[in-house]
């Protein structure tokens, strides 16, 4: 089956710092992932379509210049959370597009101090 | 814009009980519907998903779910819910010519032993 994989599983950074996620599609190539954030107790929120060897697109009221993203392969999108700040803690997914589904990673729980 | 309702946020039942969790997308056109399930600690599975001919569409572990187009929902059901089914279930829905998929809220299914 589709294989989606992400590193760190768990981050804790002091504010001000930026922390990197990675998202890896790991049997098979992605031309277009996706991140979401996931609040407690809530659904997940599309932050932007990551598209490999372009700009990723964001969603209305995502900040790209704090999230940026990387999609420098077919099989790896990274999302860099610059500056993190306390707000910014959450559980960020992201998914690999195969078709017309999309294959989601374990997530990365982040949390700011 | 899409949208995705899900009528329950939090359901407990008690085994054996018969299970349907409630879906309503707002979309005009054609759309692919899925349900996902996460369950405690672990990352988002595709459940079933409806692109389209028969809207009765049958997946994983005994669940199902219809599409009824005229009434914009696509309900999940299981006739004999076990312990094992506690989890959060998401409904999502996109259109076949656009990349992004909407979650709804989930609902957060609570077996009782």
């Known amino acids: 089956g589709a294989v989606v994989s992400q590193h760190p599983s768990r981050v804790i950074c002091k504010s001000g710092t930026s922390v990197k996620i990675e998202c890896r599609s790991l049997d098979f190539q992605a031309t277009t992932m996706f991140w979401y954030r996931q609040f407690p107790k809530q659904s997940l929120m599309l932050m932007a379509t990551s598209n490999e060897g372009s700009k990723a697109t964001y969603e209305q009221g995502v900040e790209k210049d704090k999230f940026l993203i990387n999609h420098a392969s077919l099989t790896l999108s990274t999302l860099t959370v610059t500056s993190a700040h306390p707000e910014d803690s959450s559980f960020y997914i992201c998914?690999?597009?195969?078709?017309?589904?999309?294959?989601f990673g374990p997530g990365t729980r982040l949390t700011v101090l | 814009a899409q949208s995705v309702s899900q009528h329950n946020h939090h359901v407990i039942l008690s085994e054996a009980a018969s299970l349907e969790l409630g879906c309503n997308y707002s979309?005009?056109?054609?759309?692919?519907l899925f349900w996902y399930v996460q369950y405690p600690g672990q990352h988002l599975q595709l459940l079933l998903k409806y692109f389209s001919g028969d809207p009765l569409v049958k997946g994983i572990k005994g669940f199902e779910a219809e599409f009824i187009k005229s009434k914009f929902s696509f309900n999940l059901r299981k006739p004999s819910v076990q312990w094992s089914d506690t989890a959060e279930y998401f409904c999502?829905?996109?259109?076949?010519?656009?990349?992004?998929?909407?979650f709804g809220k989930g609902t957060r299914l609570h077996i009782l032993p």
């Open positions: 998914s690999a597009r195969l078709g017309y589904e999309q294959f």
């Open positions: 999502a829905v996109n259109a076949p010519r656009d990349d992004k998929i909407i």
């Open positions: 979309y005009g056109g054609t759309v692919n």
